[in-house]
T-cell receptor
Framework: DAGVIQSPRHEVTEMGQEVTLRCKPISGHNSLFWYRQTMMRGLELLIYFNNNVPIDDSGMPEDRFSAKMPNASFSTLKIQPSEPRDSAVYFC???????????FGPGTRLTVL | GQQLNQSPQSMFIQEGEDVSMNCTSSSIFNTWLWYKQDPGEGPVLLIALYKAGELTSNGRLTAQFGITRKDSFLNISASIPSDVGIYFCAGPPNTGNQFYFGTGTSLTVIP
């Protein structure tokens, strides 16, 4: 299996621009997670889906962030408009079911200037 | 939310030394997992523990599921430069269908 795939690996954008991060989970996994990692706050869970349905989005920082999972093999995390404080590494992870071992993608390093 | 506290927060050791780190929780956990994150990469699963008291090894790594089910330990023997990275504990508490990550232990190995 190819593992969790994320794109792009790096994104540099200017404040105010829309940013879309993409994730393809491991085939057959029913749960998908979006995390943000920064030096100051460590690894934070933003939102997770179970069977394509958002279950808990309490970690999403504010309305500028949104996530979708239109089907079992694709999810997006969108930031609109982006701000410099959104600069971080964003990880996607998937698992067979919520509570099972999670497997991480390589991450997207986002820099907002 | 659930807090998994790891200690130490960071370690600087000489190559060849042994390393010990731990993870504690206020809740009972059903499973304990240890992940390693290399610089610039996502966390990768190292060891999984499923029973209280369980001791599991993976090469130079040994992890234990604490008998109280509220803690876990990871030891690395004879450290080498490629052990550098951040080590996370993680797992689902028995209180619900959630999954939590610890605060991380950053390891630096000095050649």
């Amino acid at each position: 299996d190819a593992g969790v795939i994320q794109s792009p690996r790096h994104e540099v954008t200017e404040m105010g621009q829309e940013v879309t991060l993409r994730c393809k989970p491991i085939s057959g996994h029913n749960s998908l997670f979006w995390y943000r990692q920064t030096m100051m706050r460590g690894l934070e869970l933003l939102i997770y889906f179970n069977n394509n349905v958002p279950i808990d989005d309490s970690g999403m920082p504010e309305d500028r962030f949104s996530a979708k999972m239109p089907n079992a093999s694709f999810s997006t995390l969108k930031i609109q408009p982006s701000e410099p404080r959104d600069s971080a590494v964003y990880f996607c992870a998937s698992s067979s079911f919520t509570g099972d071992t999670q497997y991480f993608g390589p991450g997207t390093r986002l820099t907002v200037l | 939310g659930q807090q998994l506290n790891q200690s130490p927060q960071s370690m600087f050791i000489q190559e060849g030394e042994d390393v010990s780190m731990n993870c504690t929780s206020s809740s009972i956990f059903n499973t304990w997992l240890w992940y390693k994150q290399d610089p610039g990469e996502g966390p990768v699963l190292l060891i999984a523990l499923y029973k209280a008291g369980e001791l599991t090894s993976n090469g130079r790594l040994t992890a234990q599921f604490g008998i109280t089910r509220k803690d876990s330990f990871l030891n690395i023997s004879a450290s080498i430069p490629s052990d550098v990275g951040i080590y996370f504990c993680a797992g689902p508490p028995n209180t619900g269908n959630q999954f939590y990550f610890g605060t991380g232990t950053s390891l630096t190995v000095i050649p």
